[in-house]
């Protein structure tokens, strides 16, 4: 799909419209469930573990989903891909608005997920298509603030939607956009000749298999006490023995889905380690803040999800300062800095409190997206600096992918570390909680507050139940500046300087798929 599209500015300017408008949808609807969980939680009558399944099934239905789209474009044409992509997207945000419990709206989110997974590779590829070579950069520019601006708005419009109407018009709100863009991308995005390569079918489902069963058992292995329960023990063997026989397939495999000269590249391969880590550790950090505040902080959905705004401006202000500076700067060491300055908010925010202020919060996240934004830009450029030009379509590809199980991944093991805390810490500051503990009846306990009256060891429960909670957030953030620490050194062992290929062997085994 690299030949350019011939249209007029005018057509040019519509599907670029389009093309940001429906890509910015479906970014958004990444994150824009996060303010409303608490509601949904009621609403369900589910457990913290279980509306998390609201957030992953989303993104790695997104992530298994992905691969399919250069075959499926190629077979049926971008324009009805993406047709199908946005209409779909909007039925199944209908369905998203009518949930009646946990079990349905994971379905119905999954559903949703993988409509909407050919959006981001494809809208790129129109962008591309429809641009000169000398305009690739101010048209990846707009592609790339639209890509970033989904997931930061989406909790500030999720918060206002669910304190003024409720959370299934966070949903409703994707019909109108996605049917919208739907008829611009028929009315305006011209055909083009379609081909017919085979696809990989056995690689294809053996990675889907690896990739869910590893997210189901990151997903309910808290609940279920892991492998004390049959359920996660035939999902861990299945993971094991899919991404086993997936490794050996492409291997071995004449066409195989993932060309196995890709992970031969060193700067490639890293990238996928450092895209896997910032994935893991970005919208898990957004997830948790509007939580914290909603749950321990009685912040409403609206301020909870307000707060997150100035996270978007850190982020297009990083990328904004390392637009200017890559390219006199050694990209290693921007990556570098932006980690550590990530790092370093997320080590500040293990010391958030109920009491904390909004200043806190506000100045905290636009600082680590600030780092964040240093990071992306580098990472992806030294990513493909050495890689031969005819494996850049299927590196793309496995590029998003890491991105998204990293983002699945990480939100699954995030609120396993929540879940997990809350439930030791309170059987520590518990255990000394008794009405023989004569400590507890000195004069700094509240009037006629007795704890051999069930009542009253009821509201100490609570008590301990939120101090267990803030220590369990507290190691959540402490967990996730330790990995985005861990792989600054990888950063340095990538090759720096070169470009177009030049260190990558030119000869692949196979086309890449």
Partial sequence: MSAEISVSPQQRRMITFFMITGAIMVTMDSTIANVALPHMQASFSATQEQVSWILTSYIVATAIFTPLTAYLAERIGVRTMLVFSFSGFAAA??????????ETMVLYRAIQGATGAAVFPLSQTVMLDIHTKEEYGPAMAMWGVGMMVGPIIGPIIGGYITDLWGWPWIFYINVPIGLVAAVGVARYIPDKELEDHPFDLMGFGLLALAIGSAQLMLDRGQSLDWFQSTEIVIEATLFVLCAYMFVVHILTGDRPFLNPQLFADRNLSIGLILSFVVGSTFVPAIALIPLF??????????LAGLILAPRGMGMMLGMFVVGRLIGRIDERTLISVG?????????????FTPDVDVWTVVWTGFVQNFGMGLTFVPTSTLAYSTLAPHFRTAASGLYNLSRNVGNSFGIALVFTILARGIQSNHARLAEDITPFNTALYGPHMPDRFDLSRVPDLLIFDMMINREAAVTAYQSAFLFMGLVTLSVIPLVWIMRHGATDGQDADASPKGAPA
Avoid: E, H, W
């Avoid at 980690?339 to 010391?351: H, N, P, T």
């Fill in 93 to 102: 945000s209908v369905l998203c608005a009518n949930a009646t419990s946990v």
């Fill in 339 to 351: 980690m550590l300055i990530s790092a370093a908010m997320l080590g500040r925010m293990m010391f």
């Fill in 293 to 302: 505040l909603q749950n321990l902080s009685d912040y409403p959905a609206k």
